[in-house]
């Protein structure tokens, strides 16, 4: 499968804790986005990478989210001290060439 | 503030006949304009996009309509299928094309 991975598919984690989620984009896409969607919303931009530079992360709603993508492939979106309004589906898509973006599966985040 | 929305959270047709999905926003600067279909534990999946230099733009059973005066596009499904079920959500974006607006989604139902 050539598609867009994320891991882990599900995450529960208690109040404060630490949380890091991963995306795999697809191989030789320099184009990389993190959303977050609550439920019942649409998917809403956190951050954007062309290869291993962050452009913008105007849309990270706090310092406790930060996002890396070291070797311009694998991006890592962090959650430090985690609150129960982070609990979302985080989405990351890929894209050659800014016309189209393909989404993984997404990472459905439970802060309890 | 929603700069893209999708005003009716549900709908459904029966087999056969024609799916219209509407959607607004409210940037001028948006200039690229996407649809993406989303079935339930998968990320969306990219069905059809349009420009602002055009007004029509077919592929297959789905043509996307924009009309950029009243800032509104459109996405018509003809013959809807039971298949077509899924929440199908527009996108816009600037020219520069690294922010991509969601609406809040339109939970589509065909009935066999």
């Known amino acids: 499968g050539a598609g867009v991975s994320q891991s882990p598919r599900y995450k529960v984690a208690k109040r404060g804790q630490d949380v890091a989620l991963r995306c795999d984009p697809i191989s030789g896409h320099v184009s990389l986005f993190w959303y977050q969607q609550a439920l019942g919303q649409g998917p809403e931009f956190l951050t954007y990478?062309?290869?291993?530079?962050?452009?913008?992360k105007s849309g990270l709603p706090s310092d406790r989210f930060f996002a890396e993508r070291p070797e311009g492939s694998v991006s890592t979106l962090k959650i430090q001290r985690t609150q129960q309004e982070d609990s979302a589906v985080y989405l990351c898509?890929?894209?050659?060439?800014?016309?189209?973006?393909?989404f993984g599966p997404g990472t459905r985040l439970t802060v309890l | 503030d929603q700069q893209v929305k999708q005003n009716s959270p549900s709908l459904s047709v029966q087999e056969g006949r024609i799916s219209i999905l509407n959607c607004d926003y409210t940037?001028?600067?948006?200039?690229?304009f996407l649809w993406y279909k989303k079935y339930p534990a998968e990320g969306p999946t990219f069905l059809i996009s349009?420009?602002?230099?055009?007004d029509k733009n077919e592929d297959g059973r789905f043509t996307v309509f924009l009309n950029k005066s009243a800032k509104h596009l459109s996405l018509h499904i003809v013959p809807s299928q039971p298949g077509d079920s899924a929440v199908y959500f527009c996108?816009?974006?600037?020219?520069?094309?690294?922010?991509?607006?969601f609406g809040t989604g339109t939970s589509l139902t065909v009935i066999p």
């Open positions: 349009i420009s602002s230099i055009k």
């Open positions: 940037n001028s600067m948006f200039d690229y």
């Open positions: 898509a890929s894209s050659l060439d800014e016309t189209e973006q393909f």
């Open positions: 990478f062309q290869n291993e530079a962050q452009l913008d």
């Open positions: 996108a816009a974006s600037p020219s520069f094309r690294n922010q991509f607006y």
